[in-house]
């Protein structure tokens, strides 16, 4: 009798558990990829999606919140202006961005100084809009109810990741094979260990086999075992990766890159539940959840006779389709900071680090978020690591130059356009600031577009083509410049008295960035006032 563990498609009966499925109106919706305080990011925020009626973005409102869970609250950045800037849906599907006199708006190396609209296909792959230059929001297409966290192992609150917890919830408890495609770097992987654990057979062995690993001569001992003397050097009884799966989940992974023979071999175990060990007339009965992951096309494949159409056919029971990154940008925000504090706590380096300044730069952000993400999860994950070590020792990272390369700039495709005949845009000086190095810029330029920019280091990295966390640095090898945490109690104190607690006064007295310096001057207790 065969198994219960290998089960033919036709016999399948998954139930439909309509709860689990994600709602498929989608709306346009507001992400927090960058924020100050980095608990923040992922709170979403969802538009109204009635063309004609504006939604204000600005400091008190909308009210965000995590996916999943009730309640919110504003951006409440001191930074970021109380006057709204307005957004608003068009009859087509796009979303129209009104600055008005709400917060500095930029679209990549854009500042908008009137109405810019974008298409519903480019919502749809996802905007990054720069706010203040302090948030970063992911302007994208969501559907109410999406819940985040890190539900069974996965990471994010997108449409497509959600989709495939409900597939996982599905088919979970059932015994029947399941084949994971997706493209490389991906998670597959991570996919096939959540099924495992939301199955009755979570306390039983999870094995993972890349198949395209095993050299031909050796897959068949290595899949299925072999007996002491079935080849030469075979010197005891060996268990084959079956074996070492039994009651448990068995994770084929690169099942496309299967040899004839392993394809032979894995459709008679999938047919009988028994495997021969090498040398052996006697079969062992196996109790395994195969799970199978390509990112090959396996249709094409049979056309062209490199893969069997029956191992297809029973690797198939039941297809969980993994979206690749670039379709899920309102997660990048979360999966950045989730991979940084994995990487910080390994170096015992703090979480989140002690600033009120964003721990990833704005610009920075941008680029990451417009980036295709060919390698997925993988790649990811890699720059990210490259990002922390590189930055080790720093509150912020910065790109080295193997890292400035392979991302793309910011300028290489515009997004949006002008929705009226008065609606402008601002390109910020900051074009040439990826090609500048900033070992390059004396003290002297330096001083000037810090004061030309009113001590907006923003502004000023502009002005000078660098980064904005370039600045720090140049301030901290420049000797006749400080920052406003090196300012004594006694002489903020009397500065604050001088100039009538006048915060625009008090930075041209002191020279020291205006965020930095209302940050110290709370601290103390002390009011400011806005000049």
Same mark, same amino acid.
């Given at each position: 009798?065969?198994?219960?563990?290998?089960v033919d498609v036709s016999t399948v009966n998954v139930p439909e558990r309509d $709860?689990?499925?994600?709602?498929?109106?989608?709306?346009? $919706?507001?992400? =927090?990829? *960058?924020h100050p305080r980095v608990?923040?990011?992922g709170e979403r925020a969802l538009l109204s999606s009635a063309p004609g009626e504006a939604q204000a973005l600005s400091r008190t409102e909308p009210l965000f919140h995590h996916p999943g869970q009730s309640g919110g609250r504003p951006l409440e950045d001191a930074f970021v202006s109380r006057k709204a800037v307005r957004l608003q849906v068009t009859p087509e599907g796009g979303v129209r961005v009104d600055p008005g006199e709400g917060s500095r708006v930029r679209v990549a190396e854009l500042v908008l100084t009137g109405p810019w609209e974008f298409s519903a296909e480019e919502v749809a792959t996802g905007v990054p809009l720069e706010l203040a230059g302090r948030v970063v929001l992911l302007l994208h297409a969501a559907s109410p109810g999406e819940e985040g966290g890190d539900t069974l192992g996965m990471v994010g609150a997108s449409a497509g990741l959600q989709r495939v917890r409900a597939q996982i919830s599905r088919v979970a408890d059932l015994s029947v094979p399941v084949l994971i495609r997706g493209e490389t770097g991906s998670g597959k992987e991570l996919i096939?260990?959540?099924l495992h654990q939301a199955s009755p057979r979570r306390q039983q062995p999870f094995?993972?086999? /890349? =198949?395209? $690993? !095993?050299?031909?001569?050796l897959a068949a001992s290595e899949l299925?075992? $072999?007996?002491? %003397?079935?080849?030469?050097?075979? *010197? &005891?009884?060996?268990? %084959?990766?079956?074996q070492a799966a039994h009651g448990g989940t068995l994770f084929l992974d690169e099942v496309g890159e299967a040899s004839p023979e392993v394809q032979v071999m894995l459709l008679r175990v999938l047919e009988t539940g028994e495997v021969y060990r090498v040398g052996e007339r006697v079969p062992l009965a196996v109790d395994v959840r195969l799970v199978a992951a390509t990112d090959a096309l396996l249709e094409q494949q049979i056309q062209e006779g490199r893969f069997k159409a029956p191992l297809l056919h029973r690797l198939a029971g039941f297809s969980l389709s993994v979206p690749p990154l670039r379709e899920r940008r309102e997660d990048l925000g979360v999966l950045l900071h989730h991979f940084a504090r994995e990487e910080r706590e390994a170096m015992g380096e703090p979480w989140p680090p002690s600033s009120g300044e964003p721990w990833l730069p704005p610009a920075l952000a941008v680029?990451?978020?417009?980036?295709?993400?060919?390698? /997925?999860?993988?790649?990811? &994950? /890699?720059?990210? &690591?490259? =990002? *922390? !070590? %590189?930055?080790?020792?720093?509150?912020?990272p910065r790109l080295d130059a193997q890292l400035d390369a392979e991302l793309p700039s910011i300028t290489r495709t515009p997004m949006g356009r002008p929705a009226g005949k008065q609606a402008t845009v601002e390109p910020a000086p900051a074009s040439p600031a990826l090609r500048r190095r900033p070992a390059e810029i004396p003290e002297a330029e330096l001083l000037a577009a810090l004061r030309e920019g009113d001590w907006d280091f923003q502004a000023a990295a502009d002005r000078l083509g660098i980064h904005r966390t370039s600045i720090y640095h140049l301030i901290e090898r420049s000797p006749g410049l400080r920052t406003a945490g090196a300012l004594g109690a006694e002489e903020l104190t009397r500065v604050h008295a001088a100039t009538g607690g006048r915060l625009d006064a008090m930075v041209r007295t002191l020279e020291v960035s205006k965020r930095a310096?209302?940050?110290?001057?709370?601290?103390? %207790?002390?009011? *400011?006032?806005e000049d």
């Amino acid at each position: 009798m065969r198994p219960p563990s290998f089960v033919d498609v036709s016999t399948v009966n998954v139930p439909e558990r309509d $709860a689990d499925v994600p709602a498929t109106r989608r709306v346009p $919706a507001l992400t =927090l990829a *960058v924020h100050p305080r980095v608990d923040r990011v992922g709170e979403r925020a969802l538009l109204s999606s009635a063309p004609g009626e504006a939604q204000a973005l600005s400091r008190t409102e909308p009210l965000f919140h995590h996916p999943g869970q009730s309640g919110g609250r504003p951006l409440e950045d001191a930074f970021v202006s109380r006057k709204a800037v307005r957004l608003q849906v068009t009859p087509e599907g796009g979303v129209r961005v009104d600055p008005g006199e709400g917060s500095r708006v930029r679209v990549a190396e854009l500042v908008l100084t009137g109405p810019w609209e974008f298409s519903a296909e480019e919502v749809a792959t996802g905007v990054p809009l720069e706010l203040a230059g302090r948030v970063v929001l992911l302007l994208h297409a969501a559907s109410p109810g999406e819940e985040g966290g890190d539900t069974l192992g996965m990471v994010g609150a997108s449409a497509g990741l959600q989709r495939v917890r409900a597939q996982i919830s599905r088919v979970a408890d059932l015994s029947v094979p399941v084949l994971i495609r997706g493209e490389t770097g991906s998670g597959k992987e991570l996919i096939a260990r959540a099924l495992h654990q939301a199955s009755p057979r979570r306390q039983q062995p999870f094995v993972s086999v /890349n =198949l395209g $690993a !095993i050299p031909r001569e050796l897959a068949a001992s290595e899949l299925f075992g $072999a007996r002491r %003397g079935a080849f030469t050097g075979s *010197v &005891r009884d060996q268990d %084959g990766f079956f074996q070492a799966a039994h009651g448990g989940t068995l994770f084929l992974d690169e099942v496309g890159e299967a040899s004839p023979e392993v394809q032979v071999m894995l459709l008679r175990v999938l047919e009988t539940g028994e495997v021969y060990r090498v040398g052996e007339r006697v079969p062992l009965a196996v109790d395994v959840r195969l799970v199978a992951a390509t990112d090959a096309l396996l249709e094409q494949q049979i056309q062209e006779g490199r893969f069997k159409a029956p191992l297809l056919h029973r690797l198939a029971g039941f297809s969980l389709s993994v979206p690749p990154l670039r379709e899920r940008r309102e997660d990048l925000g979360v999966l950045l900071h989730h991979f940084a504090r994995e990487e910080r706590e390994a170096m015992g380096e703090p979480w989140p680090p002690s600033s009120g300044e964003p721990w990833l730069p704005p610009a920075l952000a941008v680029r990451l978020l417009r980036h295709d993400w060919p390698g /997925n999860i993988r790649q990811l &994950r /890699n720059v990210v &690591r490259q =990002l *922390v !070590i %590189g930055s080790r020792g720093q509150s912020h990272p910065r790109l080295d130059a193997q890292l400035d390369a392979e991302l793309p700039s910011i300028t290489r495709t515009p997004m949006g356009r002008p929705a009226g005949k008065q609606a402008t845009v601002e390109p910020a000086p900051a074009s040439p600031a990826l090609r500048r190095r900033p070992a390059e810029i004396p003290e002297a330029e330096l001083l000037a577009a810090l004061r030309e920019g009113d001590w907006d280091f923003q502004a000023a990295a502009d002005r000078l083509g660098i980064h904005r966390t370039s600045i720090y640095h140049l301030i901290e090898r420049s000797p006749g410049l400080r920052t406003a945490g090196a300012l004594g109690a006694e002489e903020l104190t009397r500065v604050h008295a001088a100039t009538g607690g006048r915060l625009d006064a008090m930075v041209r007295t002191l020279e020291v960035s205006k965020r930095a310096l209302a940050r110290r001057l709370k601290e103390l %207790g002390l009011d *400011v006032r806005e000049d």
